[in-house]
Structures are given as C-alpha cells and as structure tokens.
C-alpha cells in the first residue's frame, strides 16, 4: 500500500469508529464529535473506560495492535454495562462491530465507577498473559530476538546451534510491514503448514533511528531478498509464494561491501575499491582444499581432524585414493596440514570456468574471481545500459516498485524514457565466511536496507549435535559475544556468580524483613 492508500485507510477506520461509538461517548458525558478526531478519540476513549492515557500508543503500534484492539472492544462492552461471557464472544469474535448493536439498540447505561480488576481467577490469568504477549511481543518485534544458527556459511565465527540474540535497535527498528500476524513467529504457524500472516495490506518501510550504521564486516541478520516457498505449502509443483519482504526466510552472513563500495572477488579473497579487505580476528575465513597423500606414511586422521578443529558437518570426502578432499579450512589448518608427515601437497582450491549461477547470471564470472560491482548508494544515480541492467533490473522493478519496458536500446522506468536511474536505498553485499559452502550475495545480489532485520549481538546458548546422534552444550561458547576484540570470551562464570549473589542477597533480606516483623 501506497502513502495515500493508508491515509485512506487510516480514515476510513476513524469513520467506522466514530459512526459505531458516537452515543456511547454522548452516554459517558463527552461530545460527538470527539469520537470522530483521530488518535484525540482514542484518548478520550481511554478515559472513558478508565484505562491508562498510554494504550492509545499500544493502538498504532503494528502487530501489538492486533492485540489491543480485541481488549479495548471487550473493555469498552463492560463500561456500558455489557460484560457477560456471550457479550466478550460477540465483540471479539464480530471484530467490534458488536459494538454498534449496543450503541443503536440498547438502553446504555455508564459504568464509570466499575470495578477495574477481574472477578475471578480465570480473568485474571488471561489478563495477566495478554499483557505479558504484549510486553514480549513488543520486545520480540523491537528490541531484540531469539535466532538460531542453521547452516555452517559463517562456521568458526557462527557454528551450527548456536542461539543468538540479534538487536534490533543497534541499525534501528524496522517496524513491521506485514499488519497482521501472529506475534512471535515468523513465517509459518508452528507445529503447522500454514502461513502465521496475511498479505494484505502491508505498511510503507519505516525503520525508528539506528545507534549505528552497517560497517564492513558486521554480522548482520537480514530477510533473504529472493525467497520464495516453492510449496508453502501447497502440493509440489505449484508456483511459490512471493512472500512479503519482513516474513521472508532470516539469513545471517558478514556485510563484506557496503553503499558506494566497489568490491571484486580475485582467487576468493575479497577487495574493496581496490584494496584486500581485512577481516577481523574473529573471523576465520574457509575454502576448500585438495590434500595429496604419499600413500606410504601411516596418519592418525582421528586425532589430526581433531585438532584441526573441523567443525563444518560436510568435513572431508576422498576424492582419489591418495587424496582428501576438505570443504572448509582456515589457512591455518592448511598449514598445519602442510607440515604433516605423509602428506604431498596442500592447494586451496579455486574455481576458474564461468558459472551462470553466480550473480548477475551472465556467465561472466565464479564465486572465487568476481566484479568489479558498485555496491549501489540511496541517491546515487548510474547510467543504465545493455550492460549495466542485469545487475540493477531487480533494484528497479522489485526493490524499489517501479515498471521496466525495454525499447530497443530505450529504457522506459514508469512510462518516461530514461538512461540512468537513481537508488531510493541503501544496498549491502553479504557473503559467509565458509567462501565455498555459503549461498549468498555472490548468488543472488545486493541486500536492500528495507530487508535487514538486525545486529546479532550475543550467544546465550550453543548445541554441538555433531551429526552422531551425540547432543552436548559448547560451554566454551556459552554467554560470548559475537563482535569485540581478540578470541571469544564466555562471561557464563560471571553470569553464575551474578545469579549466585542475588539469591544470597534475597535470603538475608527476607530473613532481615521477618525479623523486623
């Protein structure tokens, strides 16, 4: 939906609620015609039902909403005298449109003195468990939320099974564009094959201001731009559901480039206008290798992949009698390779043929030699050519919403011929540290800013399954941040001294308060 759609939008609900309440507010001794002033009507109607002035914020927050709207409708029922269980079915289950049977056709009557807390135990709970999804949900959706690892494209740095808390405020809140969901969940209703969501009607991108901007080399947790669910999930063979932009699949990779940046890939290490980006200490890039053996020396493999540390689950497959085949090694495991006895040679491997598959799909480039690509910048405007537009097509048509026609060698962006186009956002390139075991930017493109979604900031827990049936907590990265300096560091200990002391501290104030007594 467009600006002027959800101003529409917007004022069409202020005229249902004011033809559906304008003689409640009448009965509760306030005017008309403040039932029809929009967000003013919502405070007064706050006042009316006795609740406080700032649930009229929790009424324009997108997806706590949803919440609210049932709660003030039953809310306002019990003011007028409405408060059996029949009548709270009929105003939650008609949408608040029960509220205009009471408002044309009963006798009303203003309870202004009512009794506020619930009368029994069950009323009680619900209202203490609606208000506690509140209080998560509006965490979940803008502060800061739970994440797990899936898949091992950022292994070393990020391993599979690790659960992380991503922030949401570090590049500011992106308030939700999907209006009506499910709070909490992604995509999909758990236990369950059906979308948690509604397509219709979406909100304009809006993101609340940022501590910080994208820097090379964050982690950031993003929605993946070209997902779609191929059977989501209807039967196979279906078209997929083009998904909207803040359910589509959560992908965690390094931002290697950033707007304005010119990035290359030469033999898979990464520049950056030219020059060889430097990753941090944490990070521990991988690539695949080819180790020849003697064939003749005896070697403790066990032993040896143990202290290489091998944590990718694909591991290593032999290629030829005499030789191992590593998916992912740091230089340092190479190297400790190198100087293994029976061991021949080391070579990283390094692709070198074209492959369609690799963005902007011209068969130009592979995922080890690459670009250069400019990273496009909100503002910045490029000349469009025959040869420019594969890597900007997708920008202009599904990014940013604007029709395409192609005349010969005219281009013609929303009924006028043109040949540039400036961006309307940022864009980032992301790419997984595992270089030959990560579907990312190098495959599908930039990310636009309208599709990042956070910062991941902490690992609070870790799950080594290690694909022998043998589960076991990675301890050592328990409670570790993911950026900062040198190696991690687990503050777990300090957690559990923290925790240690609060309970102590507890046992001797209560035992100081029964004293007193």
Sequence with gaps: MTLYSWFVFFLAVQIIHFVGTWKLYQTAGRKSWEAAIPVYNSIVLMKIISRPTWWTLLLFIPIINLIMFPVVWVETLRTFGKKSTLDTILGIFTLGFYIYYVNYTQKLEYNADRKLTPENKTADTVSSLLFAIIVATLVHTYVIQPYTIPTSSLEKSLLIGDFLFVSKVNYGPRVPMTTIALPMVHD???????????????????????????????????NWPVDTVHYFYEPKGRPGVIKPIDKKSNYVKRCVGIPGDSLSIKDGLVFINGKKLILPERAKPQYSYSVALDGKTSIDFESLFKELDITDPAGFRTEKRDTLYFRALTEASAERLRNTPGVTAVKREIDKGNDNAIFPHINKWNQDNFGPIYIPE???????TNTSL????????????????????????????????????????????????SEDSRYWGYVPENHIVGKPVFIWMSWDTNGKGINKI?????FTTVDGEGQPQSYFKYFLIILALYFVGEFFWRKRKQNKA
């Design 188 to 222: 999909s209703i758990p236990l369950t094959k059906r979308k948690s969501y509604l397509s219709w009607p979406q909100l304009p991108y809006f993101r609340l201001p940022a501590f910080e901007q994208i820097k090379r080399n964050d982690i950031v947790v993003f």
């Design 378 to 384: 909100a503002g910045k405007t490029v000349a469009l």
């Design 390 to 437: 594969p890597f900007y097509k997708e920008i202009i048509t599904n990014y940013e919403g604007n029709t395409l026609e192609l005349s010969g060698s005219k281009f013609i962006i929303n009924g006028k011929e043109t040949n540039t186009y400036t961006f309307k956002q940022n864009y980032y390139w992301m790419m997984g540290d595992n270089r030959h075991n």
């Design 474 to 478: 990675r301890w050592s990265r328990v």
